[in-house]
């Protein structure tokens, strides 16, 4: 039996990913869980999995794109200790000239207006308690340039997100921070690696720590910044890379010993 130390996180995207790596780390660490995910075949059984190792977990399906699912959610579980806005949909490469610009209204609904609502309605009910956390997922794609740009138009946004959240939100005791994981070798990375879309040379041998982040260690990372060690920090996007950003830029400038 996990003790319980009396919090509970919404995740959102808890199914699969970075998500489910966040669902069970706060779960092991004793916060009462609520996954919020539009894929109820595989989220279900990943709660009845946490709460048969004695933790408290409940799956909710929520479709990110429709508001009144998400105004739902935060009238059902008002002001939770933390948010946790993992879901998102990803993009293939593809250039500005050539993209369906449906895919790219559906990321944005999805990534950015999806997690803006949600930060939305539980931050009001978080301010009104006076406490809360709240960590959206940004990702290296808002940082650098990347070939798929709806989807790192929309973690841009989340980062700017996260800033006004934090200076709007952080009088009423509440604090947003936000993460941006690098090359993380979710079971999406290791299908397209297995399919040939990804080159897992290329992304290895452009990090400091010549490896692929793993999900657990980014849940490791939200689960410190939605804690008291925390108290302190707000309005920052901290990225999780194994030290992508640092070395592929010091190996594309001309002076190298």
Same mark, same amino acid.
């Given at each position: 039996?996990i003790?319980?130390?009396?919090?509970?996180?919404?995740?959102t995207?808890?199914?699969?990913g970075?998500?489910e790596?966040?669902?069970?780390r706060? =779960?092991e660490?004793g916060w009462?869980t609520?996954?919020?995910?539009?894929?109820?075949?595989?989220?279900?059984?990943i709660?009845?999995?946490?709460?048969r190792?004695?933790a408290?977990s409940?799956?909710i399906r929520?479709?990110?794109a429709?508001?009144k699912?998400?105004?739902?959610l935060a009238?059902r579980?008002?002001a939770v200790?933390a948010l946790?806005?993992s879901a998102?949909?990803?993009q293939?490469a593809v250039?500005?000239?050539d993209?369906?610009i449906?895919?790219?209204?559906?990321?944005?609904?999805?990534n950015?207006?999806g997690?803006?609502?949600?930060?939305r #309605?539980?931050?009001?009910?978080?301010?009104?308690?006076?406490s809360?956390s709240i960590?959206?997922l940004?990702?290296?794609?808002?940082?650098?340039p990347s070939?798929? %740009?709806?989807? =790192?138009m929309?973690k841009?946004?989340?980062?700017?997100?996260?800033q006004?959240?934090?200076a709007?939100?952080g %009088? #009423?005791g !509440?604090? !947003?921070?936000a993460?941006a994981p690098?090359y993380?070798?979710t079971?999406a990375?290791? =299908?397209?690696?297995?399919?040939?879309?990804r080159? %897992?040379?290329r !992304?290895?041998?452009?990090?400091?720590?010549?490896?692929?982040v793993?999900p657990r260690?980014?849940?490791?990372?939200?689960?410190?910044?939605?804690?008291?060690m925390?108290?302190?920090?707000t309005g920052v996007?901290? %990225?999780?890379?194994?030290?992508w950003?640092?070395t592929?830029?010091y190996?594309?400038?001309?002076a190298?010993p």
């Open positions: 039996m003790k319980s130390d009396g919090r509970t996180a919404v995740v995207g808890g199914a699969s970075i998500g790596a966040v669902l069970r706060f =779960a660490a009462r609520i996954s919020a995910d539009i894929d109820a075949k595989r989220g279900v059984p709660v009845d999995e946490i709460t190792a004695g408290d409940l799956f929520v479709d990110m429709e508001e699912e998400i105004t739902a009238e579980f008002g200790d946790i806005n998102g949909l990803l293939n250039r500005v000239l993209m369906d449906a895919e790219f209204d559906r990321i944005q609904a999805v950015v207006r997690t803006l609502l949600a930060a #309605h539980f931050g009001k009910a978080m301010c009104a308690r006076g809360g960590v959206n940004c990702s290296l794609t808002g940082i650098r070939a798929q %740009p709806a989807y =790192a929309g841009a946004s989340l980062d700017m997100l996260t006004i959240l934090a709007e939100l %009088p #009423h !509440v604090r !947003v921070n993460v690098g993380t070798l079971p990375m290791q =299908a397209r690696i297995d399919s040939g879309a080159d %897992p040379k !992304v290895t041998d452009n990090s400091a720590l010549g490896r692929f793993a260690e980014v849940a490791d990372a939200i689960l410190f910044l939605c804690s008291d925390a108290a302190a920090i996007t901290l %990225p999780i890379d194994c030290g950003l640092a592929s830029a190996k594309s400038y001309a190298q």
